[in-house]
């Protein structure tokens, strides 16, 4: 199967249950608005890489994709909560993403700061219900690794860490060190989750961890190169982001040559990881690729 | 025992139990500033009264207070993670709370935002670890509940109303519902995760639910009392603050002397929900009086 196909076909999946998920929250007079904030921030697009890493994680224990979407839609939750608050005018302050207006833009800040808080509090909510796995005891697990994903260990403190950045002079490991917490956390919990799914064993949840820290890193630096290169392209684009802040990227320290080979060894080792898998294997090796491939 | 003995006792207990959990974060180069703007927000202050409910309640099922600190170490992180917020420039723009700096005040509106943010998770990585309880079911349980009441249908949906209301003209059903989510869900929360932590029946857990919502409208009541009587007294003390804002509070609508006798009337209540549990139900018993009397 195509993987573009597959990627849409899952993405529509998580599309699906997060509107529900979002739906079934009573909007009583007043919190219209918080409500339809949170909505905007959830719905409407994104490729769900997130979630696809889970669900194909799952898959490989013989987790039904049904069994593993409400997982993903907490993920995804968590996800579009850090995109809301980094957009915020105290943090990176942008105005535009994915071409729409930014929430705080749209729905001013208040409830901005309001609707992101909720949705990472609708993320453990999620992950507590019995339509996210039937034993609780999964289900805690989850939620444990998910706040360790997201919180001072990782996501919150990898943000912290690149606002601590901007306009200091950040050395290769430590830009790796950040990138690691603030995007790769959120993939490593992505492909451990698919793996507590499945209750796989030790090795398997290991090399899908390390598959996920390969993935992880390829995923920042295509990013990285997309933001760099675009500057020399086509003009007006908004692009070059992270040079004009002064942002630290691991292309503007190694250059964009070495950044793409280093980008292609990422690759390998990521499908390298996925060697006890054999075949079953080929879809997460398959996005490994095309997140290195992607040309927006 | 002197109520106010035991409360100064409890919270010292939370106190050092939040200063043991804020420390077992490891702070590497960068996110000092999170982890101290995290411990400046949950630490040094407070009455700490929704983690004494909580272990109060708890302790009416033979629930040892060890046994119940840590859910009320999680509780108190959502509840301060909220004042951190709430407190923004962009939601209630205060400058001073307890008598210090607000966290954006002191570290800056980002990391206020990130600190608030990371603390919400931590409460929910708190409630999954085995020392909150040994069952991942009643952790599961816990979680679920606090997310129910820190959310759109609770908390955050009471912000959200509080928000949509400065300039609105509410009447006491509005007011009353705008409270009962942004602070009686909290306190419900409190109440009821003592009986989960304490396997409870339904009966005794129904009874400390009533308890909760009575408690909480005579909190709120008197807290509104405190801030239009010192109106009258005292200038130059920051009161008045809600008529300053246009917001509305029941005193307002009421009147002070119908809202005393209302007040009055909620400890009342609040003392017959304690029934079932007879002498035992004596601190909580207290605790409502208290609240009711405070003077600061």
Chains 1, 2 share one sequence.
Not at 42 to 68: H, M, N, Q, W, Y
Not at 152 to 170: I, K, P, R, Y
Not at 223 to 240: F, I, P, Q, S, W
Not at 260 to 269: M, N, S, W
Request: glycine share 10%.
């Amino acid at each position: 199967m195509d993987l573009n196909q597959e990627l849409e076909r899952v993405a529509g999946l998580i599309e699906w249950r997060l509107d529900e998920l979002l739906s079934s929250e009573p909007a009583p007079s007043g919190q219209e608005r918080l409500i339809e904030a949170m909505r905007y921030a959830a719905l409407g697009g994104g490729k769900r890489l997130r979630p696809f890493l889970l669900i194909e994680s799952a898959r490989l224990f013989g987790v039904a994709e049904v069994d593993a979407l409400d997982a993903g839609a907490a993920l995804e939750c968590v996800h579009c909560y850090s995109l809301v608050h980094d957009d915020l005018p105290a943090m990176d302050d942008d105005a535009v993403r994915r071409g729409r207006p930014t929430v705080h833009v749209a729905f001013g800040e208040a409830t901005a700061i309001l609707a992101g808080d909720a949705l990472q509090t609708l993320a453990f909510d999620i992950l507590s219900r019995p339509s996210t796995h039937g034993d609780p005891s999964v289900r805690v697990e989850l939620i444990g690794l998910l706040a360790v994903a997201a919180g001072v260990q990782g996501m919150a403190g990898g943000q912290a860490l690149d606002l601590a950045a901007e306009g200091e002079t950040l050395g290769p490991m430590e830009v790796a060190k950040m990138q690691a917490m603030k995007t790769g956390a959120l993939f490593s919990f992505a492909c451990e989750a698919g793996a507590v799914l499945g209750r796989a064993d030790d090795l398997a949840r290991g090399a899908l961890k390390a598959y996920a820290a390969a993935f992880g890193q390829a995923f920042q630096l295509a990013d990285d190169l997309l933001d760099a290169e675009g500057d020399e392209e086509a003009v007006g684009k908004a692009v070059a982001k992270d040079a004009g802040r002064g942002k630290a990227t691991l292309v503007a320290l190694l250059g964009v040559e070495p950044a793409r080979a280093r980008l292609k060894a990422l690759v390998g080792d990521a499908e390298a990881t996925l060697a006890p898998f054999g075949d079953k294997g080929g879809t997460l090796k398959d996005a490994a690729r095309f997140i290195a491939s992607r040309r927006a």
